[in-house]
Structure formats: structure tokens, C-alpha cells
């Protein structure tokens, strides 16, 4: 089982900046598509981006040229960062992995293709 461990969550103004790590310790994740969603106050849970086994980046539109998610060398953290911040991306942020070799899931962005998810971090824009 993978137990993933979100942190760097915070209270940040509009037009800043956060990044959220996502650590499997024992983990690598070499042969998992690798996800970041987020989740409103009485809305969905929504992908935002997702990186493959090959080092493949997905996004949502609504954070593309805002967000970059990668991944460290040693395949063992996965992060987001988050620049230019809005207030409609405050919302809790979950890490999810799902074990494949195919790119699919990571460009789907759909929660139930994940597997695995951390407990989440809270991220709050303020104008």
C-alpha cells in the first residue's frame, strides 16, 4: 500500500505563489501516474494536473501556464507549484497515484482512475 504525504499548503494573496510536495516514503514513483486534485467547499473533486511514468505532464485549463507539477530526480516527490494564484484555486489539495505504465489516467484526470490519495492540504487565495 502507498501512503502519500501532502505538505506546503498555506494562505497566500492573489498573484502569489505556493508549492506542494507529495512523499511516498518507501515509495518510488517510477511506475505510477502521479496526480494533484482539488476539492471546494461543496463542489467536485477536480484533477488539475497529473505527471506519467514516462515524465509526461497533464493539466487542467483552468491552471495551465500557472501550475507546474515534476517530479524529483529520485522519483520519490512529486510537486506542485502554483504561481499567479486566484482566489477560485482555494480549495484542498489531494496527492493520488495510481500504479500503470500507461499515460492514460494521467491524461483522463479523472479521480477514479487514482488509486491511492494523501489526506490533503489546504491552500486559501484572498484577494
Known amino acids: 500500500r502507498v501512503h502519500l504525504m501532502e505538505s506546503g499548503g498555506g494562505s497566500v494573496q492573489a498573484g502569489g505563489s505556493l508549492r506542494l510536495s507529495c512523499a511516498a516514503p518507501?515509495?518510488?514513483?517510477?511506475?505510477?501516474?502521479m496526480g494533484w486534485f482539488r476539492q471546494a467547499p461543496g463542489m467536485e473533486r477536480e484533477g488539475v494536473a497529473a505527471i506519467d511514468n514516462n515524465g509526461g505532464t497533464h493539466y487542467a485549463d483552468s491552471v495551465k501556464g500557472r501550475f507546474t507539477i515534476s517530479k524529483d530526480k529520485d522519483e520519490n516527490t512529486v510537486y506542485l507549484l502554483m504561481n499567479s494564484l486566484k482566489p477560485e484555486d482555494t480549495a484542498t489539495y489531494y496527492c493520488?497515484?495510481?500504479?500503470?505504465?500507461?499515460?492514460?489516467?494521467?491524461?483522463?484526470?479523472?479521480?477514479?482512475?487514482?488509486?491511492?490519495w494523501g489526506k490533503g492540504t489546504q491552500v486559501t487565495v484572498s484577494t
Open positions: 518507501g515509495h518510488t514513483y517510477s511506475h505510477y501516474c
Open positions: 493520488a497515484a495510481v500504479h500503470t505504465w500507461y499515460s492514460g489516467p494521467c491524461a483522463r484526470l479523472n479521480a477514479q482512475d487514482f488509486g491511492y
